[in-house]
């Protein structure tokens, strides 16, 4: 994110059509799920994984939050992130707009 920011200003973008859809993008979808990611993932679902490779019991809700990562969190992510990366990537490329 930095990066294109800086990029942005540097080559004055910044009012680009284009930036500003793949930026919308970015930060209303992919930043969301990743911060999502790291907290299910790396964070609750390691620690539900361990108590239960350890043979200790788990709680309900911990059972819960494990089974929405490994079920609905992934298919959502599986189903929006490859359609919305490829728009990135051409909205980056042809650095063209996509008119509605």
Not at 6 to 11: C, F, G, H
Not at 59 to 79: D, I, N, Q, V
Request: include cysteine; glycine fraction near 4%.
């Amino acid at each position: 994110m930095a990066s294109g920011l800086y990029l942005a200003i540097n080559y004055q973008m910044l009012g680009s059509p284009w930036l500003e859809q793949k930026l919308l993008l970015v930060l209303c979808i992919v930043v969301p799920l990743e911060i999502a990611d790291i907290a299910l993932g790396n964070w609750l679902a390691a620690k539900v994984t361990k108590k239960l490779y350890a043979g200790n019991k788990t709680a309900s809700w911990e059972r819960r939050c494990l089974s929405l990562y490994h079920g609905a969190f992934t298919k959502l992510a599986l189903a929006v992130l490859p359609l919305t990366l490829l728009v990135i990537m051409y909205l980056a490329t042809s650095k063209t707009a996509i008119s509605f």
